[in-house]
């Protein structure tokens, strides 16, 4: 299968997912309509069906459209409020798509219907793939918009962090090189987090994308996956591995611009008041 990643919008992923030996296809949060279409026809395949990942509009805002244009198209997701929906999946289920296969993985907190698709290919030993909306990111994770941090502990260690090590990774959003900020100051020794931060920087000067990682790389420097690292648990100044990401979702909220963290206005005001005569 061949896994096709289209940059929309300020900075969503949308994926076309290729069965190369049936050219059927499936679309993962196609969230503008028009442009996957003419990726369709450009390919020369069927689009069959829909994954969402969540209801938030720059990943769902495409379904309506697309049914329009194409009646049997079957729209999938974990919530009613995705517009569009026609199936609407549980944790577990498994859909068949002729040799694509998708078990569906709930993983509520982002929003409480939100679902990754974790996706693999009969009789190939490619590796498999799984789409986690804004629940996993490049080096971060999503904001607990309606949940908890149980719940994305849950998600992040119990059930993408137990996926096969070799999956690929294809998250909603460009957000690494801000995640990966983020990790450095959480772990400034950290080498694979600078290793990988001049790797997207340079991904970004010639507008390339950052995914897929790998779950592997993921726990190599995405602090939202290292609860259990001292480093981590330093910097949050928890050892209990919920507190641990509580505290990092909380820190992250947060961080905006360093540097102005470092010397606050009230603090800048107060050295000017000195230094005039
Ligand atoms: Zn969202």
């Known amino acids: 299968?061949?896994?096709?990643?289209?940059?929309?919008?300020?900075?969503?992923?949308?994926?076309?997912?290729?069965?190369?030996?049936?050219?059927?296809?499936i679309a993962i949060d196609p969230a503008v309509p028009q442009r996957l279409l003419e990726i369709v026809t450009r390919e020369g395949v069927t689009l069959t069906a829909v994954l969402t990942t969540h209801h938030h509009w720059d990943h769902a805002r495409g379904n309506e459209a697309l049914l329009k244009e194409l009646p049997d198209l079957r729209v999938y997701g974990g919530d009613?409020?995705?517009?569009?929906?026609?199936?609407?999946?549980?944790?577990?289920?498994?859909?068949?798509?002729?040799?694509?296969?998708?078990?569906?993985?709930?993983t509520p907190c982002h929003t409480s219907g939100h679902m990754c698709y974790f996706m693999w290919e009969d009789?190939?030993?490619?590796?498999?793939?799984?789409?986690?909306?804004d629940t996993l990111f490049v080096g971060g994770c999503g904001r607990f918009f309606e949940g908890t941090a149980e719940q994305m502990y849950h998600n992040l260690i119990e059930v993408l962090g137990t996926l096969p090590h070799d999956t690929k990774i294809f998250c909603g959003h460009e957000y690494t090189i801000k995640n990966l900020k983020f990790a450095l100051l959480v772990e400034p020794e950290n080498k694979r987090v600078k290793e990988m931060l001049s790797w997207a920087r340079a991904r970004d000067d010639d507008d390339k994308p950052t995914v897929p990682s790998t779950l592997l790389e993921e726990f190599e420097y995405n602090p939202f996956l290292r609860l259990s690292e001292e480093g981590?648990?330093?910097?949050?100044?928890?050892?209990?591995?919920?507190?641990?990401?509580?505290?990092?979702?909380?820190?992250?909220?947060?961080?905006?611009?360093?540097?102005?963290?470092?010397?606050?206005?009230?603090?800048?005001?107060?050295?000017?008041?000195?230094?005039r005569p």
């Open 80 to 106: 009613d409020r995705i517009a569009g929906l026609t199936n609407k999946v549980t944790n577990g289920q498994e859909l068949k798509f002729n040799s694509v296969n998708v078990r569906c993985l709930f």
């Open 123 to 133: 009789d190939c030993t490619d590796s498999p793939a799984v789409f986690t909306g």
């Open 1 to 25: 299968m061949k896994v096709k990643v289209i940059s929309i919008l300020e900075d969503n992923y949308m994926y076309l997912v290729i069965d190369e030996q049936s050219r059927g296809a």
């Open 232 to 275: 981590v648990q330093r910097f949050t100044g928890k050892k209990d591995p919920i507190e641990v990401l509580q505290v990092l979702r909380k820190e992250k909220d947060n961080f905006k611009k360093p540097k102005e963290r470092v010397l606050p206005h009230a603090m800048l005001a107060l050295e000017w008041g000195l230094l």
